[in-house]
């Protein structure tokens, strides 16, 4: 799997949902963030990538299989046609004053076989694109190639909430379950810890540069709360992400329009 790294803005809105998604689900939702990203800012994709808009506003969405494979020559659509099958079944439910709505998450998963150059194609009802666009909720920013990276779906959320956060943040246990969709597992905190927690903050350790420690908060003599508290792991972020950040702050080149610059001059 290539990687062109670059920070996404993902929704707040999904970052705290609440579901049980697979790792190669939720890879399928980072590429659909990023596409979406790159769209509304006007950047040219890739030619293997395509987001049409149909007539009904649908959004018909294309990318290569390499795009989530774990091993980019790896040929076996095993993994990604479950994957997209889960999806498929996946429901969310959209409610406003005037209706109600329960929809596919996705639709219409197609994979045409062309051994290293196979493509999925499927199709986001225009609300479901609107969710992954809606900031107004907030955000969080993340890079792209270390979301990508991960192989447990708990370090996937961690990580998403965590990114380029300063300061500390409690959560409630029965709130973290509700949000990673495993409300009926893992009755005991000590095994929602050492199954959970504890193995995704091993892994954001590693390959992170946000990761976090946490202490367990009690509501009498039970641990009903932690308390996180956001590490930054400056060795493990993207020199050239950083740099182009640094940029940012030191010069108005990176966030003026070409011509602006020219009109300045």
């Known amino acids: 799997m290539i990687i062109n790294n670059k920070e996404v803005l993902q929704s707040y809105i999904l970052t705290t949902a609440k579901y049980d998604y697979s790792v190669y689900e939720k890879r399928i939702l980072y590429r659909i963030v990023e596409l979406l990203q790159a769209m509304t800012e006007g950047k040219k994709l890739n030619q293997r990538y395509s987001v049409q808009i149909t007539t009904l506003e649908d959004y018909d969405i294309t990318m290569p299989i390499s795009a989530v494979l774990a091993d980019e020559k790896d040929e076996n659509y095993t993994r990604i046609k479950n994957a997209f099958t889960s999806l498929q079944k996946k429901i969310i439910q959209y409610e406003d004053k005037k209706s109600w709505q329960s929809l596919n998450l996705l639709e219409r998963p197609k994979i045409i076989k062309?051994?290293?150059?196979?493509?999925?194609?499927?199709?986001?009802?225009?609300?479901?694109?609107?969710?992954?666009?809606?900031?107004?909720?907030?955000?969080?920013?993340?890079?792209?190639?270390?979301?990508?990276?991960?192989?447990?779906?708990?370090?996937?959320?961690?990580?998403?909430?965590?990114?380029?956060?300063?300061?500390?943040?409690?959560?409630?246990?029965?709130?973290?379950?509700?949000?990673?969709?495993?409300?009926?597992?893992?009755?005991?905190?000590?095994?929602?810890?050492?199954?959970?927690?504890?193995?995704?903050?091993?892994?954001?350790?590693?390959?992170?540069?946000?990761?976090?420690?946490?202490?367990?908060?009690?509501?009498?003599?039970?641990?009903?709360?932690?308390?996180?508290?956001?590490?930054?792991?400056?060795?493990?972020?993207?020199?050239?992400?950083?740099?182009?950040?640094?940029?940012?702050?030191?010069?108005?080149?990176?966030?003026?329009?070409?011509?602006?610059?020219?009109?300045?001059?």
């Open 114 to 265: 062309d051994g290293g150059n196979s493509v999925v194609s499927f199709r986001l009802s225009p609300l479901i694109a609107e969710c992954f666009m809606d900031f107004s909720k907030g955000y969080r920013k993340y890079e792209l190639a270390t979301a990508m990276l991960f192989q447990s779906e708990y370090s996937m959320r961690f990580y998403e909430l965590f990114s380029n956060q300063a300061k500390p943040i409690n959560y409630s246990i029965d709130t973290l379950k509700e949000m990673f969709g495993i409300t009926n597992k893992y009755k005991l905190t000590a095994d929602f810890l050492r199954y959970v927690v504890e193995p995704a903050k091993k892994e954001l350790d590693e390959k992170s540069p946000y990761t976090f420690i946490y202490k367990p908060l009690k509501t009498g003599r039970k641990i009903t709360s932690l308390q996180f508290i956001p590490i930054y792991q400056a060795d493990k972020e993207n020199h050239a992400l950083k740099g182009k950040k640094l940029g940012k702050q030191m010069s108005t080149r990176f966030y003026l329009e070409p011509t602006d610059k020219e009109y300045l001059m």
